[in-house]
Nanobody, 117 residues
Framework: QVQLVESGGGLVQAGGSLRLSCTAS??????MGWFRQAPGKEREFVAG????????YYADSTKGRYTISRDSAENTVYLQMNGLKPEDTGVYYC????????????WGQGTQVTVSS
């Protein structure tokens, strides 16, 4: 059974940092990523990484502040978030693509990130 288990969310002041982790069990994937959903807004892409070669992709709003990385041995993806802003607040979801082409068909339960001003 495939599971994505996230950890690392919390409350931080503006300008601070957090690191999210997501460990996948049950299989490996072609790519993994992070999405977030703020209250009253749609879920949006934050960052993604291809598992085989490690290519990374970022939303314009997170480029330069967030870094996505992976540990293949641990089947874990990380999201290092620096320079956090109040508008980064939301529930962050780990996602994984089994079907390929950056179509994410597995999702974690989400972890709350709150950035205070």
């Amino acid at each position: 059974q495939v599971q994505l288990v996230e950890s690392g969310g919390g409350l931080v002041q503006a300008g601070g940092s957090l690191r999210l982790s997501c460990t996948a069990s049950g299989r490996t994937f072609s790519s993994m990523g992070w999405f977030r959903q703020a209250p009253g807004k749609e879920r949006e892409f934050v960052a993604g990484i291809s598992w085989s070669i490690g290519s990374t992709y970022y939303a314009d709003s997170t480029k330069g502040r967030y870094t996505i990385s992976r540990d293949s041995a641990e089947n874990t993806v990380y999201l290092q978030m620096n320079g956090l802003k109040p508008e980064d607040t939301g529930v962050y979801y780990c996602a994984a693509s089994n079907v390929g082409n950056w179509v994410f068909d597995y999702w974690g339960q989400g972890t709350q990130v709150t950035v205070s001003s």
